[in-house]
């Protein structure tokens, strides 16, 4: 039985799959239109991010590979010019420094110590002298990175099995039991129910991508009934490692062995809601749920927690109930902490759809609570995303900080993007803006590579809100394109309710509050039990600060349909910031409130109140706008002296944000209040958030590749922002803009 390449799968380039960039896949795409996506990943996986590599590899690929009805290629063709030069370099080599190149790309994760103790580290001295690698301290490098596979599937049989099991006693004797046990398997011939027993147990607790391939392994070594649970494990586990190709392709194969139909299904079903269709993920998940019941409630929990989970983000929250009530039904009263808390967030959730929220706070509350002594990275995203829920910004924060931390050091990499959109919503909702844009910036870049392209929409979706409410409209419309989110068959999903509150949002600053009333009242005030609870939530106030500046309230007639069909918005907004507790929370409804009241005095207590809850807080940005508009409003009640307090204060927070086009327009109110304006005292305000983040970086040296790279943006972009940068500065060169930062 040869299943050496399975290992392979599990360590050549250091999971080269999860840092394949957009360009490569175009370039591929390009050059095969059509690609099956297994293929595609394999391609790019072998190319190690060469486009000179991907060029070859796609001009040899066969009608049949291209179908993705034969296997892709795992090395450079024998006909090949990079191959040829590849092999002729090796040949030139001794024999010895050959067999240290074979154990060097038998694991990629070999350390030099690794090396050293299998007797390889001094020959490859040779390999380093010839330009072919490199001995890092953390790895060896091959030049070029397709090297690996070539010095690999060259090798004849016998020596790769006999390579592995040496490693296979390094790795043992130096405590590696997992990767050791991945590598005896690697050399097996025929079934050993002995070692299939060693890697099941040694996987349970392993990294995902190395327990991946120990149930791999598994798999193919057992003639007994636990092959299909043992396929699943490993789909389960790529998925994780963020291998999103490998996890289809294991997760098809046991899809064919009816005992694991169900656990089958629940997986399936949380990779469409991570890349394709709510909808569809919801029923795939009720129905697996349905199947699981009988034999493995946790996994049925799970099931039922990811299809609520797939209710909310097709807009169709009104059917959260009935998924609450078949998860509810399972609890016992004695279930560990992890498993308490999500009964706690479902008891919870249902509550508040419900419209009722004491019981609701209360239980979400508990959540809190439980997630201390939690240290799952799943359940404490759970966690924080219940922290956002309940207006605990902060709570949220730490939690979904501590769930990305974990995920990072378990390397859960498919979780660390789930975690970083909390932070993202958190950063947003607290009004730490520059800490929501780097995490959404970076949460988008790693859900496009771990292969969820639904929750990097949700990302672009959160950069869009964070642009427009800085006023930033480049950089704005420009994450609403790369979110490309459609609505769903059930109304708005999650990134586009995002994208539209953006639009919204930008509206509203550029003095179009008419367009505002438009877009938002479609998101906000929608038929029962539709839309996205927390974009109904966090964008009533602008709602209705757009209403307020269409048509001030002293003038309002409240007969009016639009006035009625507002009510409808606010009232569970009220609602919902009363039981938050939350001094940031209850400004925005104290602001709402002024807006809303036709009486003066009535709206000035309004106002005054908002600001001395967010004097309870730290939301600089949301007190400016407070104060904006409070100015505003005493300024055309005739009070332009106590207007003028207000509209300072707001200006210099404004600037001091570099929130632009809100200074400008406090600005205006202040001239219209018969005050000077304060000049910009940094003197270098011109930029945009954006544009201040390409510059610093620019700065410290970045080339506009690298700076793309980081801020997943396109270099073509960087330069348009770059040119920007020099006009708005008046500098001519990087040289300049640099002393400029220094």
Known sequence: MVIAPIVQEAFRYGGATARADEEGRALLAALVPGLPAEVAAAVLELAGGDPAVLREVAGTLTPEQVRGTYPPPCTLPAGSELGRRCRAALAALPGRTRGALLLAATDPDLTPGELLAAGAAEALAVAEEAGLATVTSEAVQFTPAVLRAVVYYDAPLAHRRAAHSLLADV???????????????????????????????????????????????????????????????????????????????????????????????????????????????????????????????????????????????????????????????????????????????????????????????????????????????????????????????????????????????????????????????????????????????????????????????????????????VGDRESCVLRVREAGAQDSAHGPGEARALCQWALALLDLVEGRPRRTVERLGALVVTASGRGNLIVQVAATPHLVEAVWRCDPPARSARTDPAATALDRAVEPFDRWTAGTGQPAWLALRSRCRALRSPEPQAAEDHFREALRQH????????????????????????????????????????????????????????????????????GARELTAQQERIARLVADGATNREIAQQLFLSPRTIDHHLRNVFARLGVRSRTELVRRFS
């Open 171 to 469: 790795l043992a004797r130096r405590g590696e039991r997992l990767r050791g046990l991945v590598h005896r398997a690697a050399a097996a011939v025929g079934s050993d129910e002995g070692l299939v027993r060693d890697l099941l147990a040694a996987a349970a607790d392993g990294p995902p991508r190395t327990a991946s391939a120990a149930y791999r392994y598994a798999a193919a070594l057992t003639t007994g009934p636990d092959g299909g649970a043992a396929l699943v494990a490993a789909a389960r586990q790529a998925w994780l490692a963020g291998e999103r190709q490998q996890a289809g392709l294991l997760l098809r194969r046991a899809a064919r062995r009816p005992e694991v139909r169900a656990p089958a299904g629940r997986l399936a079903g949380e990779l469409e809601l991570r890349e394709g269709d709510p909808v569809i993920a919801r029923d795939i998940l009720l129905d697996a749920a349905a199947q699981l019941v009988p034999d493995d409630v946790p996994a049925a929990l799970d099931a039922l927690l990811l299809a609520g989970e797939a209710v909310h983000l097709a807009g169709e929250h009104g059917r959260y109930g009935e998924v609450a009530r078949r998860a509810l039904a399972l609890r016992r009263g004695d279930e560990p902490p992890p498993v308490a808390l999500a009964f706690e967030q479902v008891a919870g959730l249902a509550g508040m759809v419900a419209g009722e929220y004491g019981a609701a706070f209360a239980r979400l509350r508990g959540v809190l609570r439980l997630a201390a002594g939690v240290e799952e990275p799943a359940a404490l995203i759970r966690a924080a995303l219940t922290g956002v829920l309940v207006g605990d910004d902060r709570c949220a924060r730490a939690l979904a900080g501590r769930a990305v931390a974990l995920a990072r050091d378990r390397g859960e990499v498919t979780l660390v993007p789930q975690g970083l959109q909390v932070v993202a919503f958190a950063g947003l909702a607290a009004g730490h803006l520059e800490a929501a844009t780097a995490a959404a910036t970076e949460g988008a870049a790693l859900a496009r590579v771990t292969g969820q392209p639904a929750l990097a929409q949700s990302h672009f979706g959160i950069l869009a809100v964070l642009a427009a409410l």
């Open 615 to 682: 004097g309870r807080g730290d939301a600089d940005f949301a007190r400016a706008h407070t104060e904006l508009l409070f100015g505003r409003d005493l300024r055309r009640r005739r009070r332009p002296g106590a207007a003028r307090e207000h509209l300072r204060s707001a200006v210099e927070t404004f600037r001091l944000l570099q929130a632009e086009p809100w200074a400008a327009q406090a600005d205006e109110e202040l001239r219209a209040a018969g005050a000077p304006v304060p000049p910009d005292p940094a």
